[in-house]
């Protein structure tokens, strides 16, 4: 049988096998101890591991990124987490200017083993500041490695990469995510950066979806089979470093590619995969397109949220498009009933 | 004076000269343009930085910032390294990548120096709760500017430093200059230690830049952290920069500051007052054998090659494999 967990649960569970297979691993965050547990994900682990490695921080985003990245100059593994990826905002000149620079800027002399979670929110409201990826403005900056997994199996296999990987990492989580369920093997793994999954298969597009976009892909995806369209879904899941061969075959093969990102267009992850792919002289007849935010802060309103964001019916909508050059008309069906989406495995 | 003064002021006149020496000679080569790199000189300030540095034991552990040339030869930094980071040489340091502003001797406790202002204070405060966690006898010390006192980073730091008990002695070296700005255009009192003392620790201040008194305090902090006391303390040292905020000249001409505010400082240079303790020849051998190893240091980074173009890509991230503990 195969054991199926949620994406919290796959979370939790690499930092736990990992905490008490090294006790150099520690946690640090606003809330981490409290009793609900950054969402579940730190739930019971100072009971485990005590008060001196799992611990609450003083709403010092800055002044705490700068103390983990101390702590790993010393020998330990700090993961620091932010049950909103918004707050990381505050932590950029201890993340950009130190974290990320430190071993080049001295020569290689140090190293910085830390992981910095973060959750991006959606849904209910959270409006234009719980709700931003940015992760495009990460990828920007040499030396920090970026994971954003969309599958319980993947959470736990980067999770674990990522803290036992001897440089700065983000782990970068979505609110959505978390109703996510899935294989997850019980024992440790590690996920490779560099590395994409393909989620699906198909023939005839390539849709690249980010962080929980990849799960409105596969949904739009069923949308499109339904007219006999089969796209290929591939998940990044590593950010930065970049798997863009796996995503430059999937475009030679289907012809057709777009990119879905979970945050705005503008210098955005999906602006680099496909300048990558160009300076891949990927042919020119292959059609490239990108969606993603809509170019202004988040609004609270459903009536208005709802245009904010791509979804699996206007990523199929923007797929047939793509396919048929507007020439056809067609809408998604709407009493279709779409599933979660788990992921059975393994991968 | 007794023999262990007497022993201590050699000490102290040594690693003082050594470092005036050092960077007048950067001030003077700096015009042949063989250090591209931005120098900010400390000449004034180096009591702060023996008088602690003299106090710590080889494994404790120093953070400091871009102004950090008396800190890394205190600590006992590689004096030869450093020059040849300056001159961006690959036997620097840093291999030639980090120049002047980031300065590290592992070895010698000397952690690493910052250019952005505050920014090694949060990450000193990190060393010794790791330190803490790992039951190591030893602290950490971080050194930082009056203008980093206006930084968020630094009341975060204070904040948790004393929530959490740690082993950090918090050393203000307070030239009341932020480049050009006096101290008290930027903040409504003269209180930095006695704001320090509202987060919970120990604070005081030493407004004369007295050697023995900055090694005293920092002695007995070290004695007291190996019987067990651990809180962090602070202490807020009044200094005064020479040299102008970058580079190697003076700057009264600019008329932010006036010669007369130097003049105090420069007649209580601790250099001049340490060797007028001394006996000459005592004082003319010290002085011989640093001016050799200063000039072998030049030489050494003369003669060193730059780094070969493939070293660009290098030492971004290292290989990862789980460290044990």
Not at chain 1, 130 to 146: A, D, F, T, V
Not at chain 2, 23 to 36: F, L
Not at chain 2, 95 to 116: E, Q
Not at chain 2, 172 to 190: K, T
Request: proline share 4%; hydrophobic share 40%; net charge neutral.
């Amino acid at each position: 049988m195969q054991r199926i967990l949620s994406y919290p649960e796959a979370i939790k569970e690499a930092i736990e096998q990992e905490m008490t297979q090294n006790p150099s691993v520690i946690v640090l965050g606003q809330g981490i101890d409290d009793p609900k547990g950054t969402l579940g994900t730190t739930k019971g682990l100072v009971d485990k591991f005590g008060t001196e490695r799992v611990f609450d921080t003083p709403l010092a985003e800055d002044g705490m990124t700068g103390v983990a990245i101390g702590a790993a100059l010393a020998g330990l593994r700090p993961i620091h987490t932010h049950i909103r990826m918004d707050f990381v905002l505050l932590a950029m000149n201890q993340l950009i200017n130190m974290a990320a620079k430190m071993r080049y800027m001295f020569g290689g002399e140090v190293f910085i083993p830390m992981v910095v979670r973060s959750i991006i929110g959606k849904s209910w409201g959270q409006g234009a500041q719980h709700s931003q990826s940015i992760y495009p403005l990460l990828m920007n900056i040499p030396g920090l490695k970026i994971f954003a997994p969309s599958t319980p199996y993947d959470a736990k296999g980067c999770l674990t990469q990522g803290i036992r990987d001897d440089n700065p990492v983000l782990f970068i989580e979505h609110r959505l995510l978390y109703y996510q369920r899935g294989y997850v093997p019980t024992g440790n793994y590690t996920v490779p950066f560099g590395k994409a999954r393909i989620l699906a298969n198909g023939e005839d597009i390539t849709l690249v979806g980010i962080s929980q976009m990849a799960i409105e892909c596969l949904r739009a995806r069923q949308y499109l089979k339904e007219i006999h369209i089969e796209a290929e879904v591939i998940d990044p899941v590593s950010l930065s470093p970049l798997d863009i061969n796996t995503i430059l075959d999937s475009a030679l093969k289907t012809k057709r590619l777009m990119v879905i990102d979970n945050a705005w267009m503008t210098c955005g992850a999906g602006a680099e995969i496909i300048t990558q792919l160009i300076e891949r002289n990927l042919p020119r007849d292959v059609v490239l397109k990108r969606m993603g935010f809509a170019s202004v802060p988040c609004p609270t309103t459903p009536s208005l949220e709802r245009y904010f964001y791509p979804d699996a019916k206007t990523i199929a909508l923007n797929a047939y498009q793509m396919l048929f050059s507007g020439k056809k008309t067609w809408q998604p069906r709407t009493e279709l009933q779409i599933e979660e989406v788990e992921f059975k495995g393994p991968f | 004076m007794n023999n262990q003064i007497h022993k201590l002021t050699e000490k102290f006149y040594g690693s003082l000269y050594r470092i005036r020496r050092v960077e007048e000679e950067i001030a003077r080569i700096y015009h042949t343009d063989k250090i591209k790199s931005p120098v900010h000189l400390s000449i004034g300030q180096e009591a702060i930085s023996v008088g602690v540095c003299e106090a710590l034991r080889p494994d404790d552990t120093v953070f400091g910032t871009y102004r950090g040339h008396a800190m890394y030869l205190a600590k006992g930094g590689n004096l030869k390294k450093m020059i040849a980071e300056l001159y961006g040489k690959s036997t620097g340091c840093s291999k030639g990548k980090g120049g002047s502003m980031h300065l590290i001797d592992i070895a010698r406790g000397v952690m690493g120096t910052s250019a952005i202002v505050g920014t090694t204070i949060p990450l000193s405060v990190g060393y010794a709760y790791a330190l803490k966690y790992k039951k190591s006898d030893s602290i950490v010390v971080s050194f930082f500017g009056d203008g980093a006192v206006d930084e968020g980073a630094f009341h975060e730091s204070m904040n948790f430093a004393t929530l959490k008990r740690l082993p950090i002695l918090f050393i203000c070296e307070n030239n009341l200059y932020a480049i050009h700005s006096h101290h008290l255009r930027r903040r409504h009192s003269d209180n930095i230690y006695e704001r320090a003392r509202t987060y919970g620790m120990r604070a005081e201040r030493i407004d004369d830049g007295d050697i023995f008194k900055i090694y005293e305090f920092t002695n007995n902090y070290v004695k007291q952290s190996m019987l067990g006391n651990i809180m962090p303390v602070f202490l807020e040292c009044i200094t005064y920069r020479w040299k102008e905020h970058v580079g190697p000249n003076d700057d009264f001409h600019l008329g932010y500051r006036t010669k007369d505010e130097a003049e105090y400082w420069i007649q209580n240079d601790q250099l001049k007052k340490l060797k007028s303790f001394l006996d000459t020849d005592i004082s003319t051998k010290i002085e011989s054998e640093i001016e050799l190893e200063i000039k072998d240091a030049f030489e050494f980074a003369e003669e060193s090659h730059f780094p070969e173009a493939n070293e660009l890509y290098t030492d971004l991230f290292k290989d990862s494999k789980c460290n044990g503990f």
